[in-house]
């Protein structure tokens, strides 16, 4: 069942994706089991947010012809540095910059869709990716370990995108929450179903007498 969505929203599942890719990031620099049921809370949170987001959008409005042009351009060619980036910085032996340079990257990204989707959440989130992803370097040129630039950066970074995700969805709209909330103390009473075929009595109207009772 879908919910009626406040305004109509492109491409809802863009950030619930992206996140789950953080995320999966992230817990790449984890040991053992403690990286394993991180990585399951991660996909399970990911998952309802998805369910939620179909329900109240669907799959969301369709892009303009331009728009559409545009947004595919900009994945494509994040893609196809983030691929490229890797390998050079592979074959120089800096590996460990390639999470926090697909940080810088994906939020340029982020910055450029902004006026595609026309969301300014994602400038936000685009900045934050920038300031993390600088942070990232700093940490593995330092010799940080592995945690730090690609754990805490993926991490975050997941659960930055999930919250624009939940933001640009509704989901944390207040107006909403008061609502479900309402509907949660004060239950709508079932619907009365349809009156048989044939069946001309009329109801009582309010403050009518129950026709039942008359003559008493």
Do not use: C, N
């Not at 450029?112 to 700093?138: Q, W």
């Amino acid at each position: 069942m879908r919910e009626p969505a406040a305004r109509p929203v492109p491409v809802p599942y863009l950030e619930p994706v992206v996140g789950a890719a953080w995320w999966t990031i992230g817990t790449s620099a984890l040991k053992g089991g403690t990286g394993t049921l991180v990585l399951a809370l991660g996909l399970g949170l990911s998952g309802g947010l998805l369910v939620a987001l179909h329900r109240r959008h669907g799959t969301g409005v369709r892009l303009a012809s331009g728009a559409r042009g545009k947004f595919l351009r900009t994945v494509g060619i994040t893609a196809a540095l983030l691929a490229v980036s890797g390998s050079v910085l592979g074959y120089f032996s800096l590996g460990e910059l390639v999470v926090p340079l697909g940080a810088v990257l994906v939020g340029l990204a982020s910055i450029s869709l902004a006026a595609v989707l026309d969301e300014r959440p994602l400038v936000a989130a685009g900045a934050l990716m920038l300031v993390l992803g600088a942070a990232g370097a700093v940490l593995a040129l330092r010799s940080a370990g592995a945690l730090y630039p690609v754990g805490a950066v993926g991490l975050i970074a997941g659960l930055l995108y999930w919250l624009i995700a939940a933001h640009r969805g509704g989901l944390l709209d207040p107006r909403r929450l008061r609502s479900e909330a309402r509907t949660q103390r004060h239950p709508q009473p079932p619907p009365v179903g349809p009156a048989r075929r044939g069946d001309t009595r009329r109801l009582p109207l309010p403050g009518e007498q129950d026709p039942a009772r008359r003559g008493r």
